[in-house]
């Protein structure tokens, strides 16, 4: 019933820049909170950034003054903007949504790649 579709990964020089973008749509029509989680190979999906629908946002101390998340609680959509890349920014990068914490939905992901 519901969707998430991730856009705006690919292939970036370190130092770079990226804006994900996450889209809900279906049955639920505002969640609590969204956010982005990462795994990379051979690694646990880890959080890397999520905000509320009131604002209020947490990031992994990893890409803290480098991400912001933002979304537009209309659109139910949630953005990463991810400035001056790293190489260790590589990884998958999963959307999510939920109205509760017990209730989450996933994206299928979008690939961020940061290689020279």
């Known amino acids: 019933q519901v969707q998430l579709v991730e856009s705006g990964g690919g292939l970036v020089q370190p130092g770079g820049s990226l804006r994900l973008s996450c889209a809900a749509s279906?049955?639920?029509?505002?969640?609590?909170?969204m956010g982005w989680y990462r795994q990379a190979p051979g690694k646990q999906r880890d959080l890397v950034a999520a905000i509320t629908s009131g604002g209020s946002t947490n990031y992994a101390d990893s890409v803290k003054g480098r991400f912001t998340i933002s979304r537009d609680n209309v659109k139910n959509t949630v953005y990463l903007q991810m400035n001056s890349l790293k190489p260790e920014d590589t990884a998958v990068y999963y959307c999510s949504a939920e109205p509760f914490p017990s209730l989450r939905y996933w994206g299928q992901g979008t690939q961020v790649t940061v290689s020279s």
């Open positions: 279906g049955s639920i029509l505002s969640f609590n909170a």
